[in-house]
Structures are given as structure tokens and as C-alpha cells.
């Protein structure tokens, strides 16, 4: 096998095959030569084929099933095109001219009906279809020029009356030519015929002419929205002869025209497909100079054309070709998102996507397609090593694809991918040299607290962040099936492994599990020789002095069986369920029994012990309408600590009511045994302390995480939360006490160092972190809390430490367990649960954000993106602490979310979101760090812009721009500019530099950039 050629580094996407559509196609026995498809859209749900014999095959794309098929006598279909707003309807053309609008009726699980047959354009060629985003109106355009407009009636009422009933067509316009396309945004209708484009506001029947000059051929038109910079509106791209588009403003006027001419000689980039392999001619051709027939808007930055000799993406604010590929009689083309379905003229439809090269590796590699995936790495290995899918295409799974190839046919291709994998190397592991002591069939991935996870190949399967960051990626529908289909069986044991281990798969090498998030597990294991042992923390060490512990603990514990003052234990709490078995056995003496029974006897009832906390409570509610107590944060926190020390022992007694205070010493002892055990507030004895801190060599790091791991180990035992009050509470008593302990949390008076019962403080609360001491609070008072202020102080006073954020929302979890809701919110897609939300959960709950959270976990980014809906009752700043471990992630969120108001509307949207001020420059480091050029690309050796480095699409440009045009103190636009600068985002730094009177530096960096039109005008992309 010869070697690979290698394409250059600008190339970072790639048109994708991953299956034929032949087979389906044959299924439906259009490849004859009396049958064939003449037609093609796509949806959401659906792929409609339209056929030479008049039907219409609907095809849903989940799973590839043949649903559906319309019969018209009317002639071929020679034009299909969907309702945007929604998918169950569907407007047909017939080659006589007829034009039919279907309602599928899948929601109701009826039989498709014909609501509407229009004659207008009988006797001529539809040449366009085109349907209103609001409204059910549908657009016809024919060879004549004519364009007319069909309003429907689908309202259930009038259903009756439609069929007697014909509704008038509008006429809207005739061209003095044939009509090429149409496309519709807000209230306009974009024509383009074959001498000019037209605008027409459908609202106002105003008409525009597009530009002066005429054209004469087949030259497309699209709209371009959301992509637009800061103050305009949506773009409108017209194509032009000699490889040309004119950018026009929404109002019809030309902006610019920009010339693809040139950027066209380059070789065209392979398509990635199973019928052929994958090639390359690095000769760069002549300039092609083409007409493009339709313009189409493709996923969120690219105009997609086609020609008869290929396919070209464009990412026309940037005057940038993305891709160019030959793809051979291409009749026409249907998109949806990111992907394509081409049908061509002999009928045949192909399914190509458009992928970023590390995806399109990562989609192969679950497939298996071992050899393909291998030649796509090599081909794209500059994209690769200098892509920012650097972190998800790791060399573990290049080392994993290099032991799958056949060394007798694979040896050039073996080699070219270990040059790769050495070209990784500085960025990955420090032991990445020695991974050859693994074998060939395991692969393996580092997690970040530097435990190995080790996956054996010889199931197929994946670690956890492999799985996760190849289902974050947008799949399409049928993918997410077939690979769900293919998977299962293989997922499913590892599913079920739990704490276990998976002792068929991997063997002497520690694995972390995913545990639940209310489980604590620490993950010993044996050393391994490959890994440096971590500068903090010695795990062998943690292991032994852990162990001792518990050891001396369990020895504790046993002298249980010998006292009898343990024997009555009145009302125990759920969690002490399994002590209390242990006990009961044990026969104690009848005079011991009377004893005790005396005792609980004469323990005070329960509502003297609430009256005692509502005095407490009414004199801390006097005290703080006192100023000098409320403004004084010394006296306030000293009023709300005598105060919780009267709520803590009027909810701690019932769970020692057993206990007497006169007791012997044998009593105490076993009082501190649990004291440990019950209520998580055990007392380390000074021998204990001594050999822990001896066993780690008296490192304070290493003795506080023994303290918090020895908490963890104790936590599953009574890790529940208190969210139903344990006994009657009056109304006005519940609100005082709401209010006082929300304001503890608030001001982070979580404790009141109460004594124990042996005399002395609780040493262990004392040695506990802030964040730990506010779980337990959370846990434990959770019933008494005010949920809305207590989110918004978490979210203020414990940014930093997510796991009172994780606690929080497990406690809410637990609050809506036992809705029915939460019950069904376990079931159907995406679509589905978030209707049952919207219908069943009010909009003010404090229970949202739990729901919100279930979504997340089960369908990740696409969940957020979702969750703009449920604004403001879900803030950013929710979605931050939902997806901290993510924030690119979060960052998706907050672009949909700004881009769902009105264009003029975002500047003052998004400053309102800005809360704390703080955020802008968080927000604006995230945007410029994610789905952006790399930085090579951007920036020479010396800091410098790269010629036309300006040109580049960024991701989040839009949301960048927002930020920095956004008002702020010189300060605060100095560091902008400094952000800016360090990530090559030049469009941005050249605005910044012009506000703060920089503009020898503006001139300066516009002569690297080596484009003078900056100086013109805007320098936005």
C-alpha cells in the first residue's frame, strides 16, 4: 500500500458517507428503469421521495422505515418541500402542474387526507415550493415566472367547511423569467428568477429588486439567518456569474460582492465513503469560474451549491470555501442540518454529512471501520494534531485503531499513524512513551484524578468519556438507532457490573466505576508501575490508615453486644435501621429494661420541645428587627448561632431520646459509638489521630483527605435527606423557622459548635471544610429551607465548590421522587419530556431545576439548548452549575438563548444576564476558547495576526462581538483587548482598539492582517 498523502492544515471538514441508501431504494423499486426518483425533501422526521409514477414515499429517518406513501394521478412529482414549523404537512407539485398539500396525521395516528388542491399553475412546471415559517402558507413558483401563494385552513373546526370551501390563491408576482428558487424568513419571500432576484414583504406587498445588474441563467438565492454581526438583521445571499455572491442587507441592498473564483483552484477534498478510498491530488488546478443553480443554508455558518462536477460549502462572511468535493450529476439536493441527501440523475439518492474530521474519525471508529478511519487520520493529520478535537480524538484511540490494521496489507498505514501518534506525544501524558506495557487489545484513558481506566477492545467496548464525547456530538437520527441497536448488548454488561468490577474484561490493573452521585467511593488500587505516584496524596497510604481506622472503629462497635442501655431505642430513624437488627438479638436483663423505660419516660414530649424552639425562634425574629443586629454582621451571626443551637437540639434529641444523660462511663463510651454512627459527628480518639497522621508521614494534605475520606466511607450509611418535616409544625412557626435557617445558609452560619453529650466540642464538625459543613446543613434541615433563596446562595457563596450545588439538587430530586411527573418524565425523547414539563410543573417551582437537571443527565447539550424555553425560571447561572463539568456546553446554552430574542433586543439581553459583572470576561475567555481556529492558525511566533487571519470562522463570533461591544470601564476593555489579542480574535481586537483610541496599533495590526478593506469600514467577520 502506497503512503498516504497529507492535506493541509486549513482543510478541518469533511463530507461523510456512512451508509447507502441503495438498499432502500431498492426496497422501494426505484431503481428500475420504468420507475425512478424524481424528487427529494427532508425534515426533521421525514425523507420524502417523490417518484416518475406519481407517488410519494415518506420515509422516517429514525431506523430508515417506510411509513408512508401518497398516490397522485396527477402526473410525476417533479417538486416536495416540508412545513418548517411543522413536519405533518407537506406540499407536493405534479409535472401538470398541480400543486397538493397533505396533512400526514401521524400526531393523531390517522390516515393522510388532501386539505388542499390548487390549479393555479395547471398547464405549467413548478419549479419551486416554498412554506411560510409562521404561518400555513405555501409558495409556488413556475417556469412562466408566475408566483402564487396558497393559504390553508387546518384548523380542526373548519376541517367540515374545507371541503366545500376553496380558498382563494393570491397571486404575489410574475417574473419576466423562469423562477429558480424560492426562500422565506420573516415575513419576506426571497425570488430569484433567471435575470434577477426579487424581496418581497408579504405583509406590506412591497417588492424590492435585488441589485442593478441582470444575469441570465440559473442563478440561486437563500436567506442566511442568525449569523448576522451585532446591529444588522438577517443576510440574504444572491448568486452571481463567475463564481460570485452579492451579501445583501434585509432590506434588499447590496452590502458586497465577494469573489470565489480563486479560492475555487484548489483540489477538491475526497469524500469519506465505503465505496471508494479516500484520495488527494495536491495539484492545484486552474480558477473555476462556476454559476451555482441554488444556494442553500447549511447548518449555522455555510451556503452549500452544487454544480455538475461537485459540491461546494462556503463560509461566505468570512469569503472562505470550507470544502470543495466531486461528487458526480447531482439533480438536486435536500438539507437538514448537517446533513445532505443528493439525488442524482440517474435517480439514485446518496446521504453524505458534514463533519469536522475528527468527528467524522470518531463516528468510523464506532462503526469499526478500521481501515477507512485509519487512511481519514493520515489524510487530515494536520487537522487533526492542530484541531481543538484534540482532547476527544487522544492518542489512546489512535494506538486503539493502529492495533485493529493488518500488518501484512496496512505497513504504510501502520507507519504513517505511529508518525502521527509521535507527533501527540508532547501534549498527552508524560508515560505515553511507555504504554507499550499494555497489550495490543486493551486501550485505556487517564481520568483526572489520575487513575488509569483500562477498556478491553475484545467487545468493542468504550470508557465512560469516550462514550460521552462521541454521543455529545449531533447525530443523526437513524445513527443514533443503529448504533443504539448494534450496541445495546454490549453495553448492557457493563451496566450492570456496579461496584463489582468486570473481572472477563480487565484484569490486575485498577477501574473506577461510575458510581451514583449520592455514593462516595474511593478508589484504592494497587500502584501501577507506568504511573508516577501523585505529589498530594499516597492512595496505598490513604488505603492503610483508612483501613486502620475502620478496623478500630468495627472493634468499637462490637462492644455493643455488651451493654444492655442500648436495648431501647425509641422511633429510630430510617438510616439506623441496620444497627438496630444488630441489637435486638441480644436478651438484656428486666431490670434494666424498667430502668430505661423510666428514663424515655421521663423525657420531656414532643411539643414542649417545639415550644421551647418557638420561643427561641420569636425572640431571634424580635432580636433581628433590632438595626443594630441586622446591619451588624458580628451580632447577627451570634444571634443565628444561639439560635440553631436550640434548632439542632430540638431536632437531635428524638434521635438520643434513649440516651440518659446521668449515665456511667460505660454509657458514654457507647454514647460516642453513636454518636459516630448516627448522626455523622464521631469522635476521633488521639490514638487514632496519632497513627493516621504517623501513616501519612505528617503531611496536613494527606491527613485532611483521610478525614474526608473516612466521612465519605461513613456518608452511604445515612446519606438521606430530611425533606418532609419529622413532626407537625404550625403555619407561622414553619415560616420563622424558613427564614431563620435560610438566612444561615446565607450567611454561612451552618453550626453552633454545640457540645456533645460527653462534655466536650465536636472536634470533627471543626476540622470540616465550609462546603462539607453546608451538605450536611442542606441534608439535614432541607424541610425548613426557602428552595429559591437558598439556590440563589449557592449559586453566590459556593461557585467554587460544585459539590453543595450536586447536594442541593439531590435534595430536590428526592423532594419530586414521589410526583407523578418524575415518575413519567423517565420515559419517550427529548420533545416528549419536555411537554410533560412544560404542562405539568409550574413555571415558578423551585422543582424545575431538579427535572431540568434529569434532562441534562439523559440527553446532555441538547437538553440545554432546550432549557431557553424555561427562561427566567431557569438563569444562566443554573446552567452553569448544571453543566460546571462542561462549559463549552454552557456556552451553547447562552448562544441559543441570546440568539432567541430579536436582533435588536441582544445587546440589552445580554447585559442583563452580565450578573455579576465579573462574567463578561468568564464568558468572553469561554467563547474565544471554544469551536475556534487554532491559535497557530491566528497568531505567528511573535504574537502577530497571520495574513487574512481574520477571516476565520469563529463558532461564537457572534457572541463574542455582543460582549465586547457591550458598555464597560476602560479597565475592563483593556483586559477584553488583551483576550482578544491572545486568541487571535482580530475582528473583535480591531473594535476594541478603535474604542479605546488605539489606532496606530489598529493600523499596525491591519497591515499583518494584509487586508487594507478594513480600513473601508467595519472589520467585523
Not at 423562477?179 to 428568477?193: A, E, K, M, N, T
Not at 433567471?194 to 441563467?217: A, M, P, Q, V
Not at 439514485?348 to 474530521?357: C, N, Q, W
Request: negative net charge; glycine residues 4%.
Amino acid at each position: 500500500m502506497t503512503s498516504v498523502p497529507v492535506i493541509p492544515e486549513s482543510y478541518s471538514h469533511v463530507l461523510a458517507e456512512f451508509e447507502s441508501l441503495d438498499p432502500l431504494l431498492s426496497a422501494l423499486r426505484l431503481d428500475s428503469s420504468r420507475l425512478k426518483c424524481t424528487s427529494i425533501a427532508v425534515s426533521r422526521k421525514w425523507l420524502a421521495l417523490g417518484s416518475s409514477g406519481g407517488g410519494l414515499n415518506l420515509i422516517q429517518k429514525d431506523g430508515w422505515k417506510h411509513r408512508l406513501f401518497l398516490s397522485h394521478r396527477e402526473g410525476a412529482i417533479s417538486q416536495v418541500a416540508f412545513c418548517l414549523h411543522d413536519d405533518d404537512y407537506v406540499a407536493v407539485a405534479t409535472s401538470q402542474g398541480l400543486v397538493v398539500v397533505w396533512e400526514l396525521n401521524q400526531e393523531r395516528r390517522g390516515k393522510p387526507e388532501r386539505i388542499y388542491m390548487s390549479s393555479e399553475h395547471k398547464g405549467r412546471k413548478v419549479t419551486a415550493l416554498c412554506w411560510d415559517t409562521a404561518i400555513f402558507r405555501v409558495f409556488v413558483g413556475d417556469h412562466m415566472g408566475k408566483v402564487s401563494a396558497i393559504k390553508l385552513n387546518t384548523s380542526k373546526q373548519a376541517k367540515a367547511a374545507a371541503a366545500f370551501v376553496m380558498f382563494p390563491v393570491q397571486t404575489i408576482m410574475t417574473a419576466d423569467s423562469c423562477v429558480v428558487q424560492l426562500d422565506f424568513l420573516d415575513g419576506r419571500l426571497l425570488i430569484s428568477s433567471l435575470t434577477r432576484s426579487f424581496l418581497c414583504d408579504t405583509e406590506r406587498e412591497k417588492f424590492w429588486k435585488i441589485g442593478n445588474k441582470e444575469r441570465d441563467g440559473e442563478y440561486g438565492a437563500c436567506f442566511f439567518p442568525g449569523r448576522c454581526s451585532a446591529d444588522q438583521q438577517p443576510l440574504i445571499y444572491c448568486a452571481r456569474p463567475g463564481s460570485r455572491m452579492w451579501e445583501v442587507n434585509f432590506d434588499g441592498e447590496v452590502i458586497s460582492t465577494h469573489q470565489f473564483k480563486k479560492l475555487l483552484s484548489s483540489p477538491p477534498l475526497p469524500v469519506i465513503t465505503l465505496r471508494t478510498e479516500p484520495q488527494y491530488d495536491h495539484t492545484v488546478g486552474s480558477c473555476q469560474s462556476l454559476s451555482f443553480p441554488k444556494l442553500l443554508h447549511l447548518s449555522e455558518h455555510c451556503v452549500l451549491t452544487w454544480t455538475e462536477r461537485g459540491i461546494y460549502i462556503f463560509l461566505p462572511q468570512n469569503v472562505q470555501v470550507l470544502l470543495w468535493s466531486e461528487v458526480k450529476d447531482i439533480q438536486d439536493v435536500a438539507v437538514c442540518k448537517n446533513e445532505l441527501f443528493c439525488l442524482h440523475l440517474s435517480g439514485k439518492v446518496s446521504h453524505l454529512s458534514l463533519l469536522s474530521v475528527e468527528r467524522c474519525v470518531e463516528r468510523l471508529l464506532r462503526r469499526g471501520l478500521w481501515n477507512l478511519a485509519a487512511r481519514t487520520c493520515c489524510l487530515f493529520q494536520n487537522s487533526v494534531i492542530a484541531s481543538r478535537g484534540r482532547k476527544s480524538l487522544t492518542v489512546d484511540k489512535l494506538e486503539h485503531l493502529k492495533s485493529q490494521l493488518d500488518l501484512t496489507t496496512c505497513s504504510d498505514l501502520i507507519s504513517q499513524l505511529e508518525e502521527l501518534i509521535l507527533k501527540f506525544e508532547p501534549l498527552d501524558s508524560a508515560c505515553s512513551s511507555r504504554r507499550s506495557s499494555i497489550s495490543s487489545h486493551e486501550s485505556f484513558s487517564i481520568l483526572d484524578s489520575g487513575i488509569y481506566r483500562i477498556i478491553s477492545s475484545r467487545r468493542g467496548s468504550q470508557s465512560d468519556e469516550d462514550s460521552c464525547s462521541l454521543h455529545s456530538q449531533t447525530l443523526s437520527e437513524d445513527e443514533r438507532l443503529k448504533e443504539f441497536a448494534s450496541h445495546q448488548e454490549e453495553d448492557q454488561p457493563d451496566q450492570c457490573c456496579g461496584s463489582q468490577g468486570n473481572e472477563d474484561n480487565v484484569s490486575h490493573v485498577p477501574v473506577t466505576f461510575e458510581m451514583e452521585k449520592n455514593e462516595t467511593f474511593l478508589p484504592f488500587g494497587i500502584p501501577l508501575p507506568f504511573r508516577s505516584p501523585s505529589p498530594l496524596v499516597s492512595l496505598q497510604a490513604v488505603k492503610e490508615s483508612v483501613s486502620s481506622f475502620v478496623r478500630k472503629t468495627t472493634e468499637k462497635i462490637g462492644t455493643l453486644h455488651t451493654s444492655p442501655d442500648l436495648k431501647v431505642r425509641p422511633e429510630p430513624r430510617g438510616d439506623e435501621q441496620s444497627c438496630e437488627e444488630d441489637v435486638s438479638p441480644v436478651i438484656c436483663p428486666k431490670e434494666e429494661d424498667t430502668e430505661e423505660e423510666k428514663e424515655v419516660t421521663s423525657q420531656p414530649p414532643e411539643e414542649d420541645k417545639l415550644q421551647e424552639l418557638r420561643i427561641a425562634t420569636a425572640e431571634a425574629m424580635t432580636k433581628l428587627e433590632d438595626p443594630l443586629v441586622l446591619f451588624e454582621p458580628k451580632s447577627l451571626r451570634m444571634v443565628l448561632q444561639q439560635w440553631l443551637s436550640q434548632l439542632e437540639k430540638a431536632f437531635a434529641i428524638k434521635d438520643f431520646s434513649g440516651i440518659s444523660d446521668t449515665g456511667n462511663s460505660s454509657m458514654t463510651s457507647n454514647q460516642d459509638v453513636l454518636l459516630l454512627d448516627e448522626s455523622k459527628k464521631g469522635i476521633l480518639d488521639e490514638d487514632n489521630e496519632k497513627e493516621k497522621r504517623a501513616s501519612l508521614s505528617n503531611e496536613e494534605t494527606v491527613d485532611q483527605t483521610v478525614c474526608d475520606s473516612v466521612n465519605n466511607l461513613r456518608e452511604p450509611l445515612d446519606d438521606l435527606f430530611q425533606v418532609c418535616s419529622p413532626c407537625s409544625i404550625a403555619n407561622d412557626l414553619q415560616k420563622d423557622l424558613a427564614e431563620l435557617t435560610t438566612l444561615c445558609l446565607e450567611l454561612n452560619v451552618l453550626n453552633s459548635e454545640m457540645k456533645s453529650a460527653s462534655g466536650h466540642a465536636d472536634h470533627t464538625l471543626q476540622q470540616c471544610s465550609p462546603e462539607t459543613l453546608a451538605c450536611r446543613f442542606l441534608k439535614k434541615y432541607f424541610f425548613l429551607l426557602d428552595l429559591t433563596r437558598a439556590k440563589e446562595s449557592i449559586k453566590l457563596s459556593y461557585t467554587d465548590s460544585p459539590c453543595v450545588w450536586d447536594t442541593f439538587i439531590e435534595g430536590l430530586k428526592e423532594m419530586a421522587s414521589c410526583s407523578p411527573t418524575y415518575m413519567e418524565m423517565g420515559e419517550g425523547d427529548l420533545p416528549t419530556r419536555l411537554k410533560l414539563l412544560d404542562d405539568s410543573v409550574p413555571f415558578d417551582s423551585p422543582l424545575l431545576v431538579a427535572y431540568a437537571t434529569r434532562l441534562y443527565e439523559r440527553f446532555g447539550e441538547s437538553a440545554l439548548r432546550s432549557l431557553i424555553k424555561f427562561y427566567p425560571s431557569i438563569l444562566p447561572a443554573d446552567v452553569m452549575q448544571l453543566c460546571h463539568h462542561h462549559p463549552a456546553q454552557f456556552l451553547a446554552y447562552l448562544d441559543s438563548l441570546v440568539k432567541s430574542r430579536p436582533e435588536d433586543q441582544r445587546p440589552s439581553f445580554l447585559e442583563s444576564l452580565l450578573q455579576p459583572e465579573s462574567l463578561r470576561l468568564d464568558w468572553l475567555l469561554l467563547a474565544v476558547s471554544q469551536d475556534a481556529p487554532p491559535s497557530t492558525s491566528t497568531v505567528d511566533e511573535e504574537g502577530d495576526p497571520r495574513p487574512h487571519s481574520h477571516l476565520f470562522s469563529w463558532g461564537y463570533s457572534q457572541l463574542i462581538l455582543h460582549l465586547i461591544k457591550l458598555p464597560a470601564d476602560f479597565t475592563s476593555k483593556e483586559k477584553m483587548t488583551d483576550i482578544c489579542r491572545s486568541h487571535g480574535f482580530w475582528p473583535g481586537y480591531l473594535i476594541l482598539c478603535l474604542e479605546l483610541q488605539r489606532r496606530k496599533e489598529a493600523f499596525t495590526n491591519i497591515v499583518y492582517l494584509n487586508d487594507m478593506s478594513l480600513m473601508e469600514g467595519d472589520s467585523e467577520p
